[in-house]
């Protein structure tokens, strides 16, 4: 029988919306207008935003000029390729092998040509391949727009972001950075760092979906993301959704304040640990890599993803698998695969992510669900 989803270890996918995130959202539907209107009632539509405008920005280390707030994440993305292309003149973009489908379908999108930077074992994106692409790039004396995540949103990898600012930084090509799986979890420092942009999302972090920004640094201020009605500086049209920007803002500026990870981090230990009682021949992805700590993706070769995750959730526990499609397929993850991970392993790839409200009782609940899932299956080949 189909038990109720008590145990969420997916917020990657998505977190919980925090109590102020709720309650800011709440209280600006209230607000009747639209934040263009120069009367009062507008006005006190644009001063919400703009607190909201000041916390992301803050949270970021980005000015707030630099924060042009979106429809999400993807939106941020797909925009920052298809203007950054026509804006800054790009001749081609070099994306690693390992982005969100947000940055591959936006680059693909463009029509230029793209160079993929592939993954070492360890879920690093190859610096050397970096370099020599950026080189050929610079012989051919094209302008290259550089599209890397900061965080994987699969493994947790963390990229050396600084060591590609070195490499992209003092040439004439661009920067965009995907902060996603970064902003809130680690400082991300906009206005100090060399990028030139960066997407951030609400829903990571505690806000509600469909709101997120793009970080532009003022060089790049001519990307237009939506033309229209002259919103967010002109940079993109569309009435503002003022209520779900005040949540943005009011969870950038709580998140910090109850995500604490270290704590996370000894949840992420105890589930490795566990999975060790299920035999030698599993597989933690990125584990030799440096990682976040709040994602284990891992493999038990024995049970495919897509049959441990229907056995999960009956036992009432959500996660995902390497790879989520929409469709609610599981589809094979193209970041294990560019880490060398072979097909079969891949396909049993099960990600776990925890976060704000995660305990170590949901770390007990999954093993012990996945312990019976297992047996389960264990009993059904034997008979
Ligand atoms: N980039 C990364 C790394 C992500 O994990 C996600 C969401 O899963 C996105 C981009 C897209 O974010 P949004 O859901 O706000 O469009």
Known sequence: MMT?????????????????????????????????????????????????????????????????????????????????????????IIVSAGEHAAVLKAAEATGLQISRIGLLPNGLVDLEALRTALDVASVKDHIALV????????????????????????????????????????????????????????????????????LVKAHCDEVRLISGGGQEQGRRGGTEPVALIAAFGAAAEAFGQVYDMDRVAQLTDALEQGLKQFGNDGEVFGADGPRIGNVVNFAIPEIR??????????????????SACSSGKVGRSHVLTSMGVPPELADCALRVSFGWSSTPEDVEAFLTAFEKVLRQRRKGQAA
């Open 4 to 92: 109720q989803t008590r145990v969420y270890l997916d917020h990657n996918t998505s977190t919980q919306m925090l109590p102020e995130a709720r309650a800011a959202l709440v209280s600006a539907l209230d607000l009747t207008g639209n934040p263009s209107s120069v009367h009062a009632p507008g006005r006190a539509l644009t001063a919400v935003m703009e607190k909201a405008r000041d916390r992301v920005a803050n949270a970021a280390g980005a000015t707030r000029q630099q924060v042009i707030f979106t429809g999400s994440a993807t939106e941020a993305i797909t925009q920052a390729i298809a203007g950054g292309a026509k804006a800054l003149d790009i001749d081609e």
């Open 147 to 214: 599209a890397i995540h900061m965080v994987n949103n699969e493994t947790g990898i963390v990229q050396p972001l600084t060591a590609i600012e070195t490499l992209v930084g003092p040439t004439k090509h661009f920067l965009l950075v995907d902060a996603v799986q970064a902003f809130g979890k680690v400082p991300v420092d906009f206005a100090e760092r060399a990028a030139d942009m960066m997407a951030i999302s609400a829903h990571k972090i505690g806000g509600p979906a469909g709101v997120g920004a793009l």
């Open 305 to 322: 993803a897509s049959v441990a995750m229907m056995g999960l959730d009956l036992e009432g526990v959500a996660v995902s698998s390497g």
